[in-house]
């Protein structure tokens, strides 16, 4: 599975948009875009996915660059409760059988200040 | 719906003894996993079972066997535990989405000290 950068560690502020960036330069044309957070003693959870297009759902948007090399997970009023550590995933979507593993990296620390 | 559950929450093993860490999943889920979380690190997989019957490893699966007894269990055995094991060990299970990708959920972790 190809690569993906993403910052270390970032902070926002209560109540204010969040803009997650992912950078995933090696990206093939079958690779999906999945992002997971994992909140604070807890096991990842899903939060979007997307392969060209942006993406919305109740939790976040994916907005995804026209050359798919990059993409950035928008949570739209951050709380308190979305202080986690956010993932960026490349998942080929060729690899159907049942088989989706997932390589995590480690991910962005997102701190929101209250 | 439970969704992933995993026993027991925290274990502490002496070097050399062996246990089992039980995951069950009530989503009707094919695929199941197990993965490793080391502090301050990602999550790496260790084993994942396709379907019922099958299994196949993982990036690390060095000291751990596992056993898909039905649908909705998976289990992970160390036999001999060693120190470099001590992790927190997640469970997840997977469906086929809408347009054939897959969401995985995940069970709480198990918390494991091997001394």
Redesign the interface.
């Known amino acids: 599975d190809a690569k993906t950068t993403q910052p270390n560690s970032m902070e926002s502020n209560e109540e204010e948009p969040v803009h997650l960036p992912c950078n995933h330069s090696t990206i093939s044309g079958t690779d999906?875009i999945?992002w997971?957070r994992q909140l604070p003693?807890?096991?990842?959870?899903?939060v979007i996915?997307g392969?060209t297009s942006n993406v919305n759902n109740r939790m976040a948007s994916l907005a995804i660059a026209e050359d798919r090399k990059s993409s950035t997970l928008i949570l739209h009023r951050a709380t308190l409760r979305d202080a986690a550590v956010y993932?960026c995933i490349l998942?080929d979507?060729k690899n159907?059988?049942?088989?989706?593993?997932?390589?995590?990296?480690?991910?962005t620390r997102l701190t929101i200040i209250p | 719906n439970a969704g992933v559950t995993q026993t027991p929450k925290f274990q502490v093993l002496k070097t050399g003894q062996s246990m089992t860490l039980q995951c069950a999943q009530d989503m009707n889920h094919n695929s199941m996993y197990w993965y490793r979380q080391d502090p301050g690190m990602g999550l790496r997989l260790i084993y994942y079972s396709a379907s019922e019957g099958t299994t196949d490893k993982g990036e690390v699966p060095n000291g751990y066997n596992v056993s898909r007894l039905n649908k909705r269990e998976f289990s992970l055995r160390l036999e001999s535990a060693a120190p470099s094991q001590t992790s927190v060990y997640f469970c997840a299970s997977s469906s086929r989405g809408w347009d054939r990708t897959y969401e995985q959920y995940f069970g709480p972790g198990t918390r494991l000290t091997v001394t």
Not at chain 1, 41 to 46: I, L, V
């Open positions: 999906y999945h997971y003693s807890q096991g990842p959870e899903y996915h392969l993932y998942r979507r159907n059988f049942g088989n989706e593993k997932l390589t995590f990296g480690t991910g």
